[in-house]
C-alpha cells in the first residue's frame, strides 16, 4: 500500500488533499479566468433572481392587500409620539438582522418591496439603520468565541465596528435636518430612472475608480495625497455650496454664478453624454425608459382598489 502523498506547499507536512471535482477541473483555464467566470455568474444569477422577486411581489402585493400592507408598515404613532415610529423601525431592523445574521438578506429582502411601493423611503432608512446595527452582533458573538488570550483584543474589534454605525445613526438620523441620504437617494433615483446609465456609472466611480485613485495617490506619501485630493475635495464642496445657494438664496451669489446657463450643454446637462451612451450601447438597457402607460392597479386610486378583489 503506497503511502500518501505530502503536501508540497512550505511549512505543511500533512497529506496532500486529494484533486476537487467541479465544473472546470477538465478545462486548460487558469484559476484567475475560473474566478472571473464564476463572478460574472454569480451576479447574472443574483440581478436575475432580484428582478423575478420584483415582478413576484409586484403581482402578489396589489389592490387591497397592498393598501393594507402600506399601511400597517408606514404606520406612525399617534401625536405626539409620532416621532418614535423610526426609532422603532431601527430596533426592528436590527432584530431582524440579528435573527438572519447578516444584513445583505435582510437589504435583498426590503429593496423589492419598496420597488413596488410597499414600503416608503422614509421607512426603509430607519430599518436599514437597525440592520448596520444588528451586523455587528456577528462580530460580537465571534470574539466572545476567541481564545482567551485574544478576547480583549477582539472585543475592542467588534466595538469599534459597533460604535462605528452606532455613530452614523447619530450622525444622520437623530437630527431630521442631517437625514441627508434620503433626499439625495431620491434625486439619485429620478436620476437614473431618467438615464439609466448613470447607475452603472455611480458604481463604477463609487467602488471603484475613485477607491483605486485614492489608493494610487496614498502610495505615492501624503504629500502627494494631500495636494491632489484636497484641491478636488474643495471643488465639490464648493460647487454644492453653489448650487444650494442658487436654489435657495441666489441673490447672495454674483450674477454670473446664479445659474449654469453660461456654461456648455455637456458641462450642465446629462443629455448629451445620454445620446452618446445610446448611440455606443446597441442594446436598450442603458438607454432612456419607453413610456408606457399608468398601471390599473395604482394603489392611490380609490375606484381601481374598490374594484379589486381580496
Not at 506547499?9 to 474566478?35: E, I, N, Q, R, S
Not at 437623530?174 to 439609466?196: C, E, H, M, Q, S
Request: aromatic share 10%; with cysteine.
Amino acid at each position: 500500500m503506497k503511502p500518501p502523498a505530502r503536501s508540497s506547499w512550505p511549512g505543511l507536512t500533512g497529506p496532500a488533499l486529494p484533486p476537487g471535482h467541479h465544473l472546470f477541473v477538465g478545462t486548460v483555464l487558469t484559476d484567475l479566468a475560473v474566478g472571473f467566470i464564476l463572478l460574472a455568474a454569480s451576479l447574472l444569477l443574483l440581478c436575475t433572481c432580484l428582478v423575478l422577486i420584483v415582478k413576484l411581489l409586484n403581482s402578489v402585493l396589489r389592490g387591497r392587500v397592498a393598501q393594507a400592507v402600506r399601511k400597517v408598515i408606514n404606520a406612525d404613532f399617534p401625536f405626539p409620539f409620532s416621532w418614535l415610529s423610526g426609532y422603532l423601525a431601527i430596533l426592528v431592523g436590527a432584530g431582524l438582522t440579528f435573527v438572519l445574521q447578516s444584513s445583505s438578506v435582510f437589504t435583498a429582502a426590503i429593496v423589492p418591496l419598496m420597488g413596488v411601493g410597499v414600503i416608503s423611503l422614509e421607512r426603509a432608512y430607519p430599518l436599514f439603520l437597525g440592520s448596520n446595527i444588528g451586523t455587528t452582533t456577528t462580530a460580537l458573538l465571534a470574539a466572545l468565541a476567541s481564545p482567551a488570550d485574544m478576547l480583549l483584543s477582539a472585543l475592542q474589534v467588534a466595538l469599534i465596528h459597533f460604535f462605528f454605525n452606532l455613530a452614523g445613526i447619530l450622525l444622520w438620523y437623530v437630527v431630521p435636518i442631517l437625514r441627508l441620504p434620503i433626499p439625495l437617494a431620491k434625486r439619485f433615483g429620478d436620476l437614473t430612472a431618467n438615464y439609466r446609465w448613470v447607475a452603472i456609472a455611480y458604481l463604477l466611480l463609487s467602488f471603484l475608480l475613485l477607491p483605486l485613485a485614492a489608493f494610487g495617490l496614498s502610495l505615492a506619501g501624503s504629500t502627494v495625497l494631500a495636494a491632489v485630493g484636497g484641491p478636488l475635495v474643495g471643488l465639490v464642496l464648493l460647487l454644492i455650496l453653489i448650487n444650494v445657494l442658487q436654489r435657495h438664496r441666489p441673490a447672495w451669489l454674483p450674477h454670473r454664478l446664479r445659474s449654469w446657463a453660461w456654461l456648455p450643454l455637456w458641462l450642465r446637462s446629462l443629455e448629451p453624454w445620454d445620446r452618446l451612451v445610446s448611440r455606443c450601447c446597441p442594446c436598450r438597457v442603458c438607454g432612456p425608459p419607453l413610456a408606457a402607460a399608468k398601471e390599473d392597479h395604482c394603489y392611490e386610486n380609490p375606484e381601481v382598489l374598490a374594484s379589486q378583489q381580496l
